[in-house]
């Protein structure tokens, strides 16, 4: 079965954080690009962080830049977000995503993948005291 899963999700105080991952099953990461997409309530979905393929450096939103960090480990066929300095606006639905590599994974996250073939179900994380 092709899937991705989302794992890591949780309440946490602001200022804490928090380490997601989106494990493959059914296929190798290493081909796609990965990005990590959230949605709040009431909001539209937002591209939080993508990962190329290759060697591009990730891209990050204004909102997360120097507070999340994206990995990947292809021989665990798994990408990671670590999240940090959590704030009450961080709250949201996160979801993982794969897709063909684009020319620049800055695009990825802007646009949204260009197949909605792979996306995972979805991980709450809670920001909140």
């Known amino acids: 079965q092709v899937q991705l899963v989302e794992h890591g999700g949780g309440l946490v105080q602001p200022g804490g954080s928090l380490r997601l991952s989106c494990v493959a099953s059914?296929?190798?990461?290493?081909?796609?690009?990965i990005g990590w997409f959230r949605q709040a309530p009431g909001k539209g979905r937002e591209g939080v962080s993508c990962?190329?393929?290759?060697?591009?450096?990730?891209y990050y939103a204004d909102s997360v830049k120097g507070r999340f960090t994206i990995s990947r480990d292809n021989a665990k066929n798994t990408v990671t977000l670590q999240m940090n300095s959590l704030k009450p606006e961080d709250t949201a639905v996160y979801y993982c995503?794969?897709?063909?590599?684009?020319?620049?994974?800055?695009?990825?996250?802007?646009?949204?993948?260009?197949?909605?073939?792979?996306w995972g179900q979805g991980t709450q994380v809670t920001v909140s005291s």
């Open positions: 995503a794969a897709d063909d590599p684009h020319p620049d994974v800055a695009n990825m996250c802007a646009l949204g993948p260009r197949s909605d073939e792979y």
């Open positions: 990962i190329s393929s290759g060697d591009d450096e990730p």
């Open positions: 059914g296929f190798t990461l290493d081909y796609y690009d």
